[in-house]
């Protein structure tokens, strides 16, 4: 977009605006009426965000020097940037992106005196619950109960920006749980459940959970956090606590397709994750359908309260089932599945 800025408008700038979750940050700072400035990679993937007015920096987390320049004049940083994968052959470059691309960009924050910085770390970063409980910000854990290289990585981003945080660095950290709706490019793994659940791939499913949230609302927490957010805490934005079978049910309801009947243990679910982690990801050196990660993780329910968000910040989201609804609506029209039979119908009924 070449529309001018408004020279009053409040400057910031964003790492991951071509990610799920920041591609409705930069819409929502666009809406606010800021000057976005949003890092992205010359590869990187922009047509959710091409109809917005955001000033495009091209450079990259582990080199300070392509972006430094940006950070003159800001008002706040948004980072939002991570790699997000369940498998990878390579796990290096995860920690290199979301460990010390976060400490060289707080780095750079501190030198440039950014008089406010939201960190998007996530509640992997945060205590598993136990059966029958939920976790909250208080619920911390220790790298060595972390499982898989994803969660790790962002356990100890958030280290690093708790101890730039003690140190004072503005950091306030919002630690999101699980973001659905619309504008999913990859999909995320999320994404992925609703995408399959359409074609028809699910024909059973795991006893786990997940909390579920607008990705919309996610967004606004960050507005949220930067606005009434104290320097070192964390915020859990997350909402609606459900099952994989109940997420499943809504779906089904949503859709009018079939829910799954049948539940997978979780011996037979982890020995399908191994040797499809192994053929798919090392032998053939493609993405896992299953990856072993993910099914490691799905052994214990991820339910968090977002209380403290919602208190502090004032974060109150809406109806998880019309974002699985929007989710539905732009995968179809996407071409990432086929509509639904009496999709349009249906679409009609429940809005």
Same mark, same amino acid.
């Given at each position: 977009m070449t529309e001018t800025t408004d020279q009053n408008a409040k400057k910031v700038f964003v790492t991951g605006g071509t990610g799920f979750v920041g591609g409705h940050l930069l819409r929502a700072l666009v809406h606010r009426g800021d000057d976005v400035w949003a890092l992205c990679r010359p590869a990187s993937n922009r047509s959710h965000t091409q109809d917005l007015n955001v000033r495009w920096v091209e450079g990259d987390l582990l080199k300070p020097e392509s972006y430094e320049s940006s950070l003159d004049g800001c008002s706040t940083v948004f980072h939002c940037a991570a790699d997000y994968r369940l498998f990878s052959k390579n796990p290096k470059t995860m920690y290199d992106i979301n460990v010390e691309g976060t400490r060289h960009l707080l780095e750079a924050c501190r030198r440039h005196r950014i008089p406010r910085v939201v960190y998007t770390s996530s509640v992997a970063a945060l205590a598993v619950p136990e059966a029958g409980r939920v976790s909250t910000e208080a619920d911390q854990t220790r790298l060595e109960s972390v499982v898989g290289h994803y969660k790790r990585s962002k356990f100890l981003a958030q280290e690093v920006a708790l101890k730039m945080a003690s140190e004072g660095v503005p950091v306030v950290i919002v630690n999101p749980?699980?973001?659905?709706?619309? =504008?999913?490019?990859?999909?995320?793994?999320?994404?992925?459940?609703?995408?399959?659940?359409?074609? =028809?791939?699910?024909?059973?499913?795991?006893?786990?959970?997940?909390?579920?949230?607008?990705?919309?609302?996610?967004?606004?927490?960050?507005?949220?956090? @930067?606005?009434?957010? @104290?320097?070192?805490?964390?915020? #859990?934005?997350?909402?609606?606590?459900?099952?994989?079978? @109940?997420?499943? @049910?809504?779906?089904?309801? #949503?859709?009018?397709?079939?829910?799954?009947? #049948?539940?997978?243990?979780y011996g037979i679910a982890w020995i399908a994750g191994a040797v499809d982690t192994l053929v798919e990801g090392y032998l053939l050196d493609r993405q896992p359908q299953v990856p072993l990660e993910g099914v490691k993780m799905a052994r214990k329910k991820m339910f968090f309260d977002a209380e403290k968000a919602r208190r502090a910040l004032g974060f109150e989201p809406g109806s998880v089932k019309m974002a699985l609804t929007r989710a539905v609506e732009w995968f179809v029209d996407n071409g990432y599945a086929p509509p639904p039979p009496d999709w349009r119908h249906r679409e009609a009924a429940l809005s």
């Open positions: 749980s699980t973001p659905v709706g619309p =504008g999913d490019l990859k999909p995320t793994a999320t994404g992925k459940i609703v995408v399959d659940f359409l074609q =028809g791939k699910m024909p059973a499913f795991l006893d786990t959970g997940l909390n579920l949230v607008p990705v919309e609302d996610v967004a606004l927490g960050h507005l949220q956090a @930067e606005a009434l957010g @104290e320097v070192g805490q964390l915020y #859990i934005l997350g909402h609606l606590n459900m099952t994989l079978k @109940e997420i499943l @049910e809504m779906l089904s309801n #949503i859709t009018g397709l079939p829910c799954p009947k #049948i539940q997978i243990p």
